[in-house]
């Protein structure tokens, strides 16, 4: 089978620069236009079904593309994005004065934060079983800059660390073909951070 890994179209936490964990913001305009070309491009690919994190900047992408498609988008609560705590919804000026320039993501603890090993686990989790329930399928995931990533690293054979290794963009296209009735999980990246449907918008 086939996963298309989305990121949802630009957000308004995006175009104000900020760390949006699970804060929720609702599509910008050029977000919209973004997400009506990339449901073009679905359609293309035989996407029979979609799935989405229950935020609103993917949720609404996600709505554009079964309107396109002729599916109901189902929720997957666990392919949302990483949970900050108390800096979800800051500003990364913000984060910044707080942390101290000299400090990296990686080195960063965020008060509250989800914990970065049961950030791997759920999205892992949540994605496999997508394969599992689709054998033979094309399955669109609407999901985050961080869940994408990760799950792009792990069938690289990377490890999971931040800050990530390569950029996520938004309504960008990130296929991993999965091969079923094998023993062990096998899955090969056919896609990282394809944009090429947007080449069109300003």
Request: charged residues 20%; glycine residues 10%.
């Amino acid at each position: 089978m086939r996963l298309v890994l989305v990121r949802h179209g630009e957000s308004v936490g995006n175009f104000e620069n900020r760390l949006q964990g699970q804060a929720d913001y609702d599509l910008t305009e050029r977000g919209r236009e973004q997400a009506e070309l990339t449901a073009g491009r679905l359609a293309d690919l035989g996407v029979s079904a979609v799935y989405t994190s229950h935020l609103l900047r993917a949720h609404r992408t996600a709505l554009l593309f079964g309107r396109r498609l002729g599916v109901e988008p189902e929720l997957l609560h666990d392919v949302s994005e990483y949970h900050f705590g108390e800096l979800s919804g800051q500003t990364y000026a913000q984060i910044r004065e707080r942390f101290g320039a000299v400090t990296s993501p990686a080195e960063r603890v965020y008060p509250g934060e989800e914990g970065r090993e049961a950030f791997f686990q759920r999205v892992t989790r949540a994605l496999w079983g997508v394969v599992d329930a689709h054998p033979g399928e094309t399955v669109a995931v609407v999901s985050h800059g961080g869940p994408i990533a990760l799950f792009c690293q792990l069938v690289l054979g990377l490890p999971y660390k931040r800050p990530m290794p390569f950029s996520i963009n938004n309504c960008s296209l990130n296929i991993i073909e999965a091969r079923e009735n094998s023993l062990e999980r096998q899955a090969v990246l056919l896609h990282l951070n394809d944009t090429c449907h947007l080449a069109g918008l300003k």
